[in-house]
């Protein structure tokens, strides 16, 4: 991946990462962290995953994240589940292991799809063995749907280890909208706070708004009349700032009700996908909400 694909995946604050090139059309990891938050000094980088460990910033105790991706094959995930748990057992720390771990834990966690006992116990006894805990997760119970909806199943996870349930025990798991990818990006939170009121952003696309140069034209022409009254240019500016705000809140809201209700469509397709298969009219419906969401 070239530099500035990896910078389109991050803000605009300092980036480091890790990548584990693809095999073809198999595998391809990358990790990314805020080096002026997380101060990585070990990097472990295979075909099916990326440990980087090292110290958060105002956090005791030494970090390790693993980015997983297993493969589809049975026998490389055991494979893999052995070497992951060598690399648990070889550090002192905290363990976050996240990624598609392509196999699931119970019957329940597949819909329409073959359900593999001997394999999901083999997971479960890596689990077991590695002191790994799963957190509940909200926003769907399933993380993988087939493109045509007729299959589910819960194969992104993230697990961690005691220390890090005990540290965080109200944590929060999320599964988000997928959109047009296959499987739901997933999102821990651990902390809940507060940082205020959202400061004042203007982008120069609203220039290209008709509506916005009414707005600024309206507020402009009682300049005179707030002068009158003993208002400084920037009272004026401060009342111009509060009618953009106004503005901007009614088109947003314009803007996004399509938006709302395509993604309430998708949430409710897919959720009656959890039922039985969907139909081809319900297939179209999906198909072209994901398109206008995207686009």
Request: aromatic residues 10%; glycine residues 6%; charged residues 30%.
């Amino acid at each position: 991946m070239t530099s500035s694909q990896i910078g389109r995946l991050w803000d605009s604050s300092a980036v480091d990462f890790a990548i584990a090139d693809a095999a073809g059309r198999s595998g391809g990891l990358i990790s990314l962290w805020n080096p002026s938050i997380f101060n990585v000094n070990l990097r472990i980088i295979k075909q099916n995953f990326i440990i980087v460990g090292g110290k958060i910033t105002r956090l005791d105790g030494e970090f390790f994240i693993v980015n997983v991706y297993a493969p589809n094959n049975e026998c490389k995930r055991k494979h893999l589940w052995l070497e992951l748990l060598e690399v648990r057992e070889s550090f002192d720390g905290f363990f976050v292991f996240l990624g598609d771990f392509n196999e699931v834990r119970t019957q329940e966690d597949r819909l329409n799809s073959v359900f593999n006992p001997n394999n999901a116990l083999v997971f479960k006894n890596f689990i077991r063995s590695a002191g790994l805990s799963e957190y509940n997760m909200g926003g769907a119970k399933f993380t993988y749907i087939k493109l045509d909806g007729s299959k589910q199943s819960k194969l992104d996870k993230i697990l961690v280890c005691d220390g890090f349930m005990d540290k965080w025990p109200n944590a929060r798991l999320t599964a988000v909208l997928r959109e047009k990818l296959d499987h739901r990006p997933v999102i821990p939170q651990v902390n809940f706070d507060d940082f205020g009121p959202i400061p004042f952003r203007f982008f120069n696309t609203w220039l290209q708004d008709s509506e916005l140069a009414e707005v600024v034209k309206l507020q402009l022409s009682s300049r005179q009349k707030l002068h009158t009254h003993g208002l400084s240019l920037a009272e004026c500016l401060k009342r111009l700032k509060e009618r953009i705000k106004e503005w901007r809140r009614k088109k947003k809201e314009a803007e996004n009700k399509l938006i709302v209700e395509s993604r309430t469509l998708i949430d409710d397709l897919e959720i009656k996908a959890e039922s039985g298969p969907l139909n081809e009219e319900d297939k179209k419906k999906r198909f072209e909400a994901i398109d206008f969401i995207v686009d």
